[in-house]
């Protein structure tokens, strides 16, 4: 995948998340690296402290609606891809003055103008909401160096599944970040993937996106490693 694809799949990812009603934000770091902190923070078993650094120093890419977060990062043919849900039980501005008992049928523009009037109250209920116990974080990594002495043992192309463990799961395929997003949304956001089936919003996405994702070479992904379980 060259880098040029690698970015044009991005912009689809986000153009996806844009008709799910996922996306809130581009924060895209092509051409320079994240914080010392995040590079830090990345051996962490801290959740929490990992999600707040990253927030802090608005080290991701792209910010979901619920401020969960994805990272994406290209290095010279190989690259990562990273999703950490919010840590923290996310309820929208919407659900909060439905608690209000203020009802959602009113025009955008009152909307907006709710979120003046309510802007404090809605922050102090976001900071008491529960931990959410089901937070996922997911990783993708095309790594050639890991792989060099360890066949069988680190695949080439892997996805991570949790926090620092050895959950590697071999990928036959080389994904683009249209594929990982496209990971993320159906495990991730059930009712979100019920209804973009419904309205048929993925079709044109998925028309194209496997095809997209290359086949990984012979020197890196051997017959003896096909063999064991992997994603295809």
Known sequence: MTIGSFWTSYNDSIQLLKQSRLFKEDNRHQNYSYSDDCKNYSRSDDYLTIYHSLVNNRDYDLQLRDESLLQ???NGGEHRMVFIQNPIKYRSFEDFLNELGICQTESKELIEEYKGIFCEDYSQYLSELNLNSGAVYFRYDIDSRGREKNENIHAYSHLHIGLN?????????ELTPLAFVIFVVRHVYY?????INKNRVLLPFFEKFKSQCGS???DKWSEFEKKDLYID
């Not at 463990?165 to 395929?173: A, D, F, Q, S």
């Not at 009712?191 to 209804?195: G, T």
């Open 216 to 218: 990984i070479q012979s």
């Open 191 to 195: 009712d979100k993937w019920v209804e």
């Open 165 to 173: 463990n050895n959950i590697r799961i071999p990928v036959g395929k």
């Open 72 to 74: 994406f990062s290209y």
